[in-house]
């Protein structure tokens, strides 16, 4: 039998009954970032507008990156809620089993909301659920998911509302999602408390970044775009002049601006970004040496090799080593 649907970001007093699908190998801030929220809010308005309990896969314990276990019944044994959170973190085509897709589906069906957190969109993709949907995940997996996915209108936003879907990129999107959440139902001052436990300062950008930065460098918008075009074009550098140009400056300008907020040049922090990738992808991913060079702009195995080694202290196969 099919729910009546419901807006749960549209203003309403009534407490949301919530569920949270928790799969082994998701990680514990992405997990906090879910749960915190709902227990900051009830906290700061004194009565319960969230109610959640947890589930897991198949009933068994779910183990966090972290080691922490968290006990439920079996997803199948959901029987109606407003909102289900999808946690995941890694091995996720080993989670999209079946009958875990049909759960899904069932529950999308009775009109709940589904939000997927971290890698909880790739499942709810995998469900056929997000088609025609605006969706988006962690910024590592933007570009896998948009092509395995095609018919999800892909984004690199930090969270994304479509429809009764709602996707979000990591933990810190997650807690901006939440506020949003908290926000739309039970009102801005409400959410700035939560925000203020947990001394949260919300992103200004809408879009998911691979590095952080420092909260002056992000008040800077001119500097945030420059930083931004270059995580942008990490296989295809770009010159610092097109960068510059990018964000409207002179390349002196530029320097500058990089001089003083970031204590190098925009040539040096381009190449650390680069190689700062390129970790990520020997310590994640089983790509060749030679991938991973071509994938962070490296048209010279050589160069690469000397200038992995001097970033990182290591070679790739040493850190591979250093990992298992």
């Not at 959410?191 to 460098?217: C, G, I, K, M, T």
Request: charged share 25%.
């Amino acid at each position: 039998m099919k729910n009546a649907e419901i807006d749960i970001f549209s203003p309403n007093p009534a407490p949301l009954n919530t569920a949270l699908l928790v799969l082994d190998d998701c990680n514990t801030l992405s997990f906090a970032a879910a749960v915190d929220p709902m227990r900051a809010a009830n906290r700061r308005a004194g009565q319960a507008l969230f109610k959640w309990s947890f589930f897991t896969a198949t009933g068994a314990s779910a183990q966090l990156t972290s080691g922490l276990t968290i006990d439920g019944p079996p997803i199948s044994k959901l029987e109606h809620c407003d909102l289900l959170m999808v946690i995941a973190g890694f091995r996720l085509e080993e989670h999209a089993t079946p009958r875990l897709l049909s759960s899904l589906r069932r529950i999308a069906s009775q009109g709940t909301t589904l939000a997927g957190i971290d890698g909880g969109p790739w499942l709810l993709a995998r469900a056929g659920l997000l088609d025609g949907q605006i969706a988006t995940t962690h910024w590592e997996d933007l570009e896998d998911f948009a092509t395995r996915f095609p018919h999800v209108n892909t984004r690199r936003d930090r969270f994304c509302i479509s429809g009764k879907f709602a996707t979000s990129g990591g933990a810190a999107p997650c807690i901006d999602m939440m506020l949003h959440l908290i926000r739309s139902r039970f009102g801005a001052d409400l959410a700035r408390r939560v925000s203020s436990a947990f001394l949260y300062d919300p992103e200004s950008a809408h879009r998911q970044s691979p590095s952080s930065a420092p909260r002056d460098v992000r008040r800077n918008p001119l500097l945030a775009r420059a930083l931004e075009r270059m995580e942008e074009t990490i296989d295809t550098p770009l010159a610092i002049a097109q960068i510059a140009a990018h964000v409207g400056l002179s390349p002196r300008a530029l320097e500058i601006r990089f001089k003083t907020h970031l204590d190098q040049s925009p040539k040096s922090t381009y190449l650390q970004i680069r190689l700062d990738e390129a970790l990520r992808l020997a310590t994640d991913t089983s790509l060749p040496v030679l991938d991973i060079a071509i994938a962070t702009g490296f048209s010279s195995p050589a160069s690469f090799a000397r200038a992995f080694k001097s970033r990182h202290g290591h070679s790739v196969r040493d850190c591979r080593r250093k990992h298992r």
